[in-house]
């Protein structure tokens, strides 16, 4: 069993593709505050990479409000879930296993 009581992931099957690893690596990264879209952008992540770890089950989107320049905007901000951070652990920092 994983750490949250799940059976372990494998990673092939749930990380299909470096891109896939490297976002949520990143996404990992941002904890509990996410990441929003405009960083995840800036790191090269593509919309469909972000939609297929939301698909999966291995991140989460919502859309908030965020102050930035004295202004409040809509941000859409993306969290790992439990089954995204067993995913990474399985990979042990992405050494696939």
Known sequence: MGPNGNRPIALS???????QRHALAVIAAAGSDGATQTLLTAHG????TIAALVKRGLVTMAREKVRTGGKWVDADKVWVTDAG?????AGEAFGEG
């Not at 951070?85 to 652990?89: S, T």
């Open 13 to 19: 099957a749930k990380l299909r593709s470096s891109a």
């Open 45 to 48: 992540l593509s919309l469909r």
């Open 85 to 89: 951070r067993d995913a990474l652990a």
